[in-house]
């Protein structure tokens, strides 16, 4: 544990590092404040010092993860004519799969005093629920352009339908089902075909 006084660099992803690994090890009734500090092995005050509360810290953990993901995703659009539509797809969904945004939108169902602070994310535009299926779109509107997808396909609803299905297939299953991948890739094709 660090000492206390003692300046620690990043300790905000180190914060975050420690409660993705608290939430997966014990679940959302385990992610305390304490524990989180514990896994961290900083000082037990240092996460309110930084961020007030936990639901503040959480929210906080939240925007950060969703913000990284869709960072990940952002050179989709400029995949358009390059592999297969299919493989930028599902190279993209990958990014959506890896990580725990999806034990972290759990969180959220589990804890509805976050839904307050994600809306001041949202209503500030710290958060952009939509940036996936928005950066989906481009991405298909780019290889529609192409000719790679028929020139009436519609993107906005195939990026939907898209997202839409990783959402529901990691709620419903989670993301080390053995299946998951190859629903998602023949969903995939199965909509670009069409």
Known sequence: MSPRGVTIPQVRQQLFDAAE????????????????TREAGVATGLLHNHFGDLDAFLAALFVDRA??????????????????????LMAAIETLLTGNLMALAGLVLARPSLVTRLGEALDDGTLELDAAERLFTAYLDAERRLGRLTSDADTASLALALVGAVHQLLLTR????????????RLATTLIDH
Do not use: F, W
Not at 21 to 36: D, K, M, Y
Not at 67 to 88: C, F, I
Not at 174 to 185: V, Y
């Open 21 to 36: 690994q608290v939430l997966l090890r014990e679940g959302p009734s385990g992610l305390t404040g304490r524990a989180i």
């Open 67 to 88: 913000r990284a993901a869709t960072d990940n995703m952002g050179d989709l659009p400029a995949r358009a004519g390059t592999a297969t539509v299919v493989d930028n």
């Open 174 to 185: 989670g993301p080390h089902a053995p299946d998951l991948r190859e629903r998602l890739r």
